[in-house]
């Protein structure tokens, strides 16, 4: 069975599983008649090697900006109200 990468046509997104000969070379949507370029997929060597290639941040990430919360959430203290314990029914 030969190997196959997964891609999608940029002007309508139609889905495509194409031979991995493929990758790089020009193809034409079936559905749109649109040219693209079949994408080029990392093996996992290439993959593993550019990220140990990556050079070092020193710093921390910054952390994300929270644009809104829920009025919960916003006040940590706050305990949310339950309806009360669940109680079992005798059995007469």
Not at 43 to 49: Q, R
Request: glycine share 6%.
């Amino acid at each position: 069975m030969s190997e196959t990468i997964k891609c999608a046509c940029p002007e309508c997104g139609a889905k495509y599983r194409l031979p991995v000969e493929t990758q790089g070379r020009k193809a034409r949507c079936k559905k749109c008649g649109k040219p693209f370029e079949v994408p080029k997929s990392d093996g996992l060597e290439d993959s593993i090697l550019a990220w140990l290639n990556e050079p070092e941040d020193d710093e921390a990430p910054a952390q994300p900006r929270v644009i809104s919360m829920q009025a919960e959430a916003a006040d940590p203290d706050a305990v949310k109200k339950s309806r009360g314990p669940i109680r079992m029914k005798s059995e007469p």
